[in-house]
């Protein structure tokens, strides 16, 4: 046997006995551990790794979290679990143990950190801090993997000591930058002149910075020059007010703002609005009431009290001497009539003047004293009253709008050409020519002594016309066309005054509106006739209706005035018309007493007729008319017969026209049966001739002729009347004879009469005859037979004359 | 090396291995092999004592060195279940494994052949080919061994087949 197996053998068999070293198990050692703990051996809170073969106590969990804190400076919980290879839960709960205990510790986050870790990070950013000069928190907090504000708020008391830059909007600088940054800001502001907003200039200033540091610059905020500036302004280095933080207005700005509305308005005494809005500042009046507390702030406008008492001067002086005023001639120019009115209203005068009711204003900055307008009015109804006189409205329109050439020809030279071209221009020179006399009376009756005037006012004024045409050519086109137009409206026009014709009026009445060079002398007249209109058109109305009443009156007198007359002549005419049947075999006589009647009874009938109705006709339409009475004897001719019947309204003139015709026609009852259609017409009534009517008519106009015919004493005219008295006795009819027709009268009698009385009226017709065909020869030279002949034919007329009287007396009386 | 449990590996790997191939029919030869076959158990034997887990012991039962016996023995549920152990070198040894029977357990489970040889797995035969003759006894108790009993012995006691000797004492006592 080998030796060195049987060592072996027993090596082996020594190996097998040896004692195998005791191992517990760790399930064995949980277990022994589980059981102390229940056994209250252990009475202290024990845990166990993660992995479960490792009991820890807090103590000890403690003790290395702190110990990987202060390693590290900064665990997170989750890490110190995997280091610990204690559960989170432990971790968590122990770690905040530990932060509570140590005051340099703080948990944030899950996160363990210690104060030297703080102290080295900030020195690692005052390290990057001085390289780039600026840093943006928010980056640093990417970095460090924690929030920009625990970034700030750790990094803020180290800043100046530990970090060495200041902190402004979520970046960090240095002081070199901020110096830099700051000179930017400063030489920016102090480069603005006019107010600006702060935010533009903030983005410029970023832009420039962009471009200086290339695109890698960070953005610098705007609050951080919004900072700076603050900062900047405090201290005094740029001057200026900033308005809700960010409207810069500079001092330069506002001292030259000043300067400028303090001279404008020391010089002016006024400044208007815009022209502060044109130096930038936005509320005018609050600004100008804080500066000038004594100022009046109008619309448009700020006056100075002195601008109001230079007013007030011209206002009272307007006032005293009863005169008006534009109070825009007074004021600047830029004034506008709004400020105007508010201008005037605190005038102190004018304000006392319009308690005192002394004034009126119109259209806003027009003063009138009252006395002036009542001046005017009274004028005006003067002017409306001979407007009712003078015969139709149109007709005096048109004379008006003459009137109005007129008073501008003599402003301004202007010829009147629409007047010679109407064909008016003869009244119109004859006003003018009144006009040159009488500078204001404006009376409006034609009369004729104008005419030798006219014929050498006209060429002299056309002359000047023709020579002032040239000058004012495009003004005369213009205003001759206006007055065109205004003739062709006027006649349309109601009497009521238009509001045109009173403008012109007043044009008339009161030239100093233009004289004072009003440039448009129309606003002020409109405003003045839209005052005026409404007084004169209810004066106007009163008076037509005072003139209704009393015409009406007038007018039932003049009818029953006409009636009667009508009456009576118609009668007298019915009676004259019956002695032409006597005579109607005989063709020439007959026409001749036809010719005659209508002559002298019909026309005088007619005459008086058309004239009552022309009266009447008037009157209804409201016009004056004062003397009628005037009119009763006068006789028309034909033409204007013809011109008034014209003038009737409607179907009245076409009777009346019909009247004119039978009046020169030849038959007696053509013409009456037209008379009696125009009565009808007129509402008159025609009464017809009865047997009574007549025999009393007859019996009046025999007795009337009686006393004629005694009374009579020249021979040539009582012949006709014997005539006409023998006619009533033999006829019973009234015969008008001409002379003519008085020779075959008197043989018409030659049956009816005794031959004795035949032979007298006979004699004596002859005798008359011849002694007028003698009278009728004698043309006014001595030829001493002709008239010894007509005056022995003149006594033997007289000495018939008693026979032939007594004949026709005697046979009366008998 | 596949198909073992990492224990085992590791346990294996630090067993030394030997290097003379020689069966009991080559005599001086054999000596000098028996000779590293006790260095490799001795170290294994010293391995187990030192990690807590003796699980055998072995002895020669005849000075050639040819037939072993000992007893091995498991924990199963704080009970120490202890069995007999016996094999033989085989002639061809080292080309062919020793066949490790357990007599006691002939018959009371299916992973055995008759006579108590058990049933080693698939991948111990090719590992033994390969590491012929690197391996020796205390590999194949490593190999073969441990790990049937590992495997076998819970299920065997859960099923009754084998009883604790003091439950078997008790129970024929009552």
Partial sequence: MDDELLELQRQFEFAQQAKSSIRLSERNVVELVQKLHELRIIDFELLHTVSGKEFITPEQL???????????????????????????????????????????LMLIQGEIISQSYWDSVAEEINERLQECSQIALAELAAQLHVGSELVASVLEPRLGTMVKGRLEGGQLYTPAYVARVSAMVRGASRGITVPTNLSVLWSTLQQLLQEMEGATGVAVEGSFFQSLFNGLVKEGEVLGTLRAGLHWTPTVFAIAQKECVDSFFSQNSFISYDALQKLGISQPIQFLQSRYPEGIPLVTAFVHPSLTEM????????????????????????????????????????????KAKKVLIMGDSYIFSSSFVKDVYDRLEKEMETFSHSGSSANMLGDDSHLVKEAKARQDLSPFETGSESGNSKRGTEKGSKKKKG??????????????????????????????????????????????????????????????????????????????????????????????????????????????????????????????????????????????????????????????????????????????LDVHNKLKNGTQVEDSQSSEGISLSPGERTAMAKSFPGSQSKRALAVVEALEGKRVETFMAALRDLAEESGLLLKKLDKKLERTL??????????????????VLLLPKVVSLLYIKVHSRALQAPGRAISVAVTRLKDKLDDSAYKILTDFQTATVTLLALMSAATGDEQDCLSDRILSEKELLGSQMPALKALVLGSSQS | MEGWDPNTKSTLTQIPLLTTKAGPRDGAAWTQRLKEEYRA?????????????????????????????????????????????????????????????????????????????????????????????RFGIAHALCLGLAPWLAAEIPILVDSGMIKHKDDAASSNES
């Fill in chain 2, 41 to 133: 158990l001795i170290a294994y034997t010293q391995m187990n004592k030192s990690n807590d887990n003796d699980w055998f012991r072995i002895s020669a039962a005849n000075p050639e060195g040819t037939r072993w016996t000992g007893k091995c023995w498991y924990v199963h549920n704080l009970l120490k279940y202890e069995f007999d152990l016996q094999f033989d070198i085989p002639v061809t040894y080292p080309a062919t494994a020793p066949e490790i029977e357990l007599p006691e357990l002939d018959g009371k489970t299916q992973k055995m052949y008759r006579g108590g040889k058990i049933c080693l797995t698939v991948h111990f035969k090719p590992l033994w080919a390969k590491n012929c003759p």
């Fill in chain 1, 698 to 715: 007859l019996h009046s106009y025999r007795k009337e002729l009686t006393s004629q015919v005694s009374a009579e004493t020249e021979p």
């Fill in chain 1, 311 to 354: 007013l007030d001067a011209a206002i009272e002086d307007a006032i005293e001497h009863g005169s008006w005023l534009d109070s825009l001639s007074v004021l600047p120019t830029s004034f506008g009539s709004q400020d105007a009115y508010k201008i005037v209203s605190v005038c102190p005068s004018l304000q006392s003047a319009l």
């Fill in chain 1, 439 to 612: 500078e204001s009376s404006v009376t409006k009756t034609v009369s004729a002594e104008g005419d030798s005037e006219n014929e050498d006012y006209i060429p002299t004024k056309s002359k000047k016309n023709q020579k002032k045409r040239k000058d004012t050519s495009s003004s005369q086109v213009s205003d001759s066309r206006k007055g065109a137009k205004k003739d062709s409206i006027k006649p349309q026009e109601e009497i009521v005054p238009s509001e045109e014709w009173l403008m012109q009026k007043l044009m008339v009445l009161v030239p100093d509106f233009e004289e004072q060079g009003v440039d448009d002398p129309q606003t002020i007249l409109k405003h003045l006739a839209d005052y005026l209109r409404p007084m004169l058109i209810n004066y106007w109305k009163d008076r037509r209706k005072a003139l209704f009443t009393e015409n009406v009156e007038k007018m039932k007198r003049l009818l029953d005035n006409l009636q009667r007359k009508l009456d009576e002549s118609f009668l007298n005419m019915q009676l004259y018309a019956k002695a032409l049947d006597l005579f109607e075999d005989d063709q020439s006589t007959s026409v001749t007493l036809h010719r005659h009647l209508l002559r002298t009874v019909a026309t005088s009938i007619a005459d008086m007729l058309f004239q009552n």
């Fill in chain 1, 62 to 104: 403690r003790h290395e979290i702190a110990g990987e804190v202060k390693k590290l400076g900064r665990v997170s919980l989750i890490d110190l679990a995997d280091t610990t290879g204690v559960d989170l839960y432990h971790v968590e709960k122990q770690a905040q143990y530990v932060v509570s205990e140590d005051p340099g």
